[in-house]
Nanobody, 123 residues
């Protein structure tokens, strides 16, 4: 079975940093589009960062450009999200996801999801 397991969430101060990990089994990360999404209370799940296999490029939501970095370790079959300069608007549950086929940042079309990890930013 495909499993995506996020870890690394927690409570951080405004301006702080955090690194999330997504350990993947049942599929090879390098063969799938991979992404991070977050969902705040009362809000829709939205795209944060992704790696497209169509062109090999990384993509970021405008709100996190310059602050977040998505990366992968193929040997470990693990996806990462490094988050810097965190602020209260980053508070949300963060999910990693995998998708085959066309690249898309639209959360509804992604195939596999992790359980999520909570990130809370306080001052």
């Amino acid at each position: 079975q495909v499993q995506l397991v996020e870890s690394g969430g927690g409570l951080v101060q405004t301006g702080g940093s955090l690194r999330l990990s997504c350990a993947v089994s049942g599929l090879t990360v390098s063969r799938y589009h991979m992404g991070w999404f977050h969902q705040a209370p009362g809000k829709e799940r939205v795209f944060i960062a992704g790696i497209s296999r169509a062109d090999g490029n990384t993509y970021y939501a405008d709100s996190v450009k310059g602050r977040f970095t998505i990366s992968e370790d193929n040997a470990k079959n693990t996806l990462y999200l490094e988050m810097n300069s965190l602020n209260a608007e980053d508070t949300a549950v963060y999910y990693c996801a995998a998708r085959s086929g066309f690249w898309s940042s639209y959360h509804n079309v992604w195939d596999y999801w992790g359980q999520g990890t909570q990130v809370t930013v306080s001052s």
